[in-house]
């Protein structure tokens, strides 16, 4: 079965097991396809034994708790191709209404087991994208428990070699760590160990993933394969806040990816399956394009931009934001607000957001212990409407700092157990939290009260989410841990969108400890994210620069922490740094001098500039990514221009160990270009461009330049 689907050759083969297998392509590059081998006669294993030069791979991956294991050696590994995956047929199925036109829906049956499973590929906004889905119904009469079920499953590459595709193809792969988030790695398939056997007849995978309600941890839910000879890379984003994986498989002569829930092995993920009950998997992104990682990684961002909706009016303009946590450490106030909210006028700022620290502590506490979320009256004497009503006259729209799905020691909510979640009937602890059970109805109108009415009563028109620690590997729930998890995944989303539904044009930022949840299913239902808990940090340019291939600019809130006692050049180093995104200030600005101030308008004016472009463009990356990120050398910076080519934003970071000359850059497009508006620290000789080459004057290291080119 062939189609052709928004800029796709989309082939779905079948198998002489009866199962299906697919297979994209660009739809430009369909006819460079080249038939497989069928035979290796130069090996000198053929003299005895027939290699085998295709191993077809499942369109979705199933498992069943029953089912044994079928390829050699994999226990431990990987849980694709059961008994029940092998046993599926496809069937003829109408299209369920409200489906998107040209989706395309296949429809497998396993008649043991009385499964229905459909595999949805939905056509998205951006050509060459699509969504993709599988929900799996038991329509027997007996339960059935699932250990597998996949949101996606690509094979068949590469389509442009008739052979294994010895060293042209490469895994690319975005690792993180706290306040280190989105380092790129592209590694080949030898060196991971993903080339075939001399049989042939054994797959070997590389699963990788991350575990618990952190779900960018050691590594984003994203995976590429790049056909270096031919151009073409294939790539898959899941959209999940729980534990997820994906695989890159050896299968023979080809390469599979897949990905979804984590599976049993790897998440202690097990569902049973009711009767008449069914599961849908998390959506999973996916491209394929004729170009380079940046092409890949540019639609993959976009389709998150589609579908982002009813966003906040004020969003729009994609305003500055200050947040005093860097002035003033967990202890905010009526005063010290108003405060810096007088310091900051005629700054450009519009939202003023009060970090943790505003609700009450016992005396004894010695850490935090939120939960009760009671105003501490010593430091808000009035009242935090009365705060929010001051900022509002003054123009600004205030904001508040939450966690607001776990409980500290010290609160009364901790001693609310009966609604806390559980592991082996115990709370479930994580360093200093317990966590509120979202799928409890009772929690459900505590969070009404203490959050959604607190937020609509006080006139709170921003609120910072933060989630400092995690679920780990699950909790309670009759079928498993990770089914347990998955659930209370559920109930996360579903608590955001209570929300945005009950606080009218409310501005969300999703965060935790900065960068964990920066992935589309959280992206999707905020205004923006906190890019990283790198506040003060040499690498921050870095990080914020790496998220371009994964996230929306729009949505990725960089700060920069201004100190009186800085220098020229660090104080535009950290202003430069967050036209990578969304600008937010915070530290001690009340104490800055006139010129300070005077420099943060400059900045902020300069930002308002270039918001279309961050809200709408296409990165080019430039320079090379420092490979020691605390003590970056080199230099490194994006282009990025409008959809019409004629405009353009280039920020430009400079680290340690540069020569001391200047330095010459290559712009990524062609014609003569002219500098409308610069920002950058004026310590030395001017920068300037002629033709498409931009020249920074010799300078002392960590130096910070951003400009709005046009074409002319």
């Known amino acids: 079965m062939k189609n052709e689907l928004n800029g796709l050759t989309v082939d779905r083969v079948e198998i002489a097991n009866g199962g299906i297998e697919l297979r994209l392509c660009p739809a430009q590059m369909a006819d460079q396809r080249v038939e497989r081998r069928k035979e290796i006669p130069d090996q000198p294993e053929y003299r005895k034994f027939k290699p085998m030069t295709h191993s077809p791979d499942s369109m979705v991956h199933i498992k069943l708790a029953e089912d044994p294991m079928t390829i050699p050696f994999s226990s431990g590994s990987t849980m694709q191709d059961s008994r029940t995956e092998k046993e599926l047929r496809p069937v003829e199925e109408a299209l369920p209404e409200g489906s998107v036109p040209g989706t395309l829906m296949t429809t497998l049956v396993n008649a043991e087991h009385g499964l229905k499973v459909r595999q949805f590929l939905e056509p998205t906004a951006v050509e060459g994208t699509l969504r993709s889905w599988t929900t799996v119904t038991n329509e027997g009469a007996e339960p059935v428990t699932l250990e597998n079920l996949s949101s996606f499953v ?12 010895s060293g042209r193809l490469k895994v690319h792969r975005f690792r993180t760590w706290w306040s280190n988030e989105g380092r790129h790695e592209c590694r080949s398939i030898e060196e991971l160990q993903l080339i075939r056997s001399w049989q042939g007849f054994n797959p070997c995978s590389e699963r990788f993933g991350q575990i618990g309600t952190m779900p960018v941890r050691q590594f984003f839910p994203f995976v590429a394969i790049e056909d270096t000879e031919a151009g073409v890379f294939w790539g898959a984003q899941l959209a999940w806040a729980g534990s997820w994986q994906m695989e890159v498989t050896r299968r023979a002569d080809s390469l599979s990816i897949s990905g979804g829930l984590a599976d049993f092995e790897f998440g202690h993920w097990r569902k049973v399956l009711q009767p008449g009950e069914s599961l849908t998997t998390p959506v999973a992104h996916l491209a394929c394009v004729k170009g380079t990682l940046e092409d890949l990684t540019h639609k993959l961002v976009a389709v998150q931009e589609s ?4 966003l906040p009016a004020s969003e729009e303009e994609l305003p500055v934001m200050f947040n005093e946590w860097c002035t003033n450490w967990g202890s905010p106030s009526h005063d010290k607000t108003l405060a810096l909210a007088r310091r900051l006028q005629g700054t450009g700022i519009k939202y003023i957001v009060i970090d943790d620290g505003w609700a ?7 850490m ?4 009760d979320w009671i105003v ?25 700092w939450f966690e607001f799905e776990v409980c500290n020691p010290g609160s009364k909510a901790f001693e609310q157990t009966d609604h806390h979640v559980k592991r082996d009937g115990r709370p479930y602890r994580s360093g200093s939290r317990h966590f509120w059970d979202l799928n409890d109805p009772w929690v459900e109108a505590y969070l009404d009260e203490k959050l959604m009415d607190f937020l609509a009563d006080n006139g709170i028109g921003y609120l910072k989410v933060d989630y400092n620690d995690h679920l780990g590997v699950g909790i309670d729930h009759p079928d498993s841990l990770g089914e347990g998890l998955r659930r209370h995944v559920e109930g996360i989303h579903r608590t955001f969108r209570r929300l945005r539904e009950k606080v ?11 960068g964990h949840r920066l992935e589309p299913s959280m992206i999707g239902l905020t205004s923006m994210s906190s890019f990283s808990d790198a506040h003060e940090c040499w690498n921050i340019p870095i990080i914020a620069r790496q998220l371009h291939y994964l996230m929306p600019p729009r949505q990725s809130q960089i700060w920069a922490v201004l100190y009186p006692d800085d220098s020229t050049e660090r104080f535009m180093y950290s202003l430069t740094a967050t036209l990578y995104g969304r600008m937010c200030l915070s530290g001690p600005v009340h104490d800055l001098t006139d ?5 943060v308008k400059a900045a902020t004016a300069f930002y308002k500039e270039a918001a279309p472009l961050i809200r709408e463009g296409f990165t080019r990356f430039l320079g090379e990514t420092p490979q020691n990120w605390p003590h970056p050398e080199g230099w490194s910076g994006i282009w990025r221009e409008n959809a019409s080519a004629d405009r ?3 920020v430009v970071h400079t680290y340690d160990g540069l020569p001391d000359e200047a330095l010459e850059i290559d712009l990524p497009a062609d014609g003569t270009w002219k500098i409308e508006s610069s920002l950058w620290d004026g310590t030395t000789a001017e920068p300037t461009i002629n033709g498409n080459r931009l020249t920074l004057p010799a300078g002392k290291p960590f130096r910070g330049f951003a400009f709005l080119l046009a074409r002319q």
């Open 154 to 165: 690509l094979s068949g590459m590469t389509p442009f070699a008739a052979d294994d595709g």
């Open 307 to 310: 579908r982002l909706t009813n």
């Open 360 to 366: 009450k502590r016992p005396p004894e506490a010695t």
């Open 368 to 371: 935090q212990s939120n939960g």
């Open 376 to 400: 501490d009256a010593e430091k808000f004497p009035h009242g935090m409407k009365a705060t929010c009503d001051e900022l509002r006259k003054m123009g600004y729209v205030p904001g508040v």
């Open 504 to 514: 009218g044009d409310l501005v969300i930022e999703n965060c935790s400890s900065g």
């Open 595 to 599: 010129n300070q101030v005077e420099t």
């Open 648 to 650: 353009a934003l280039v």
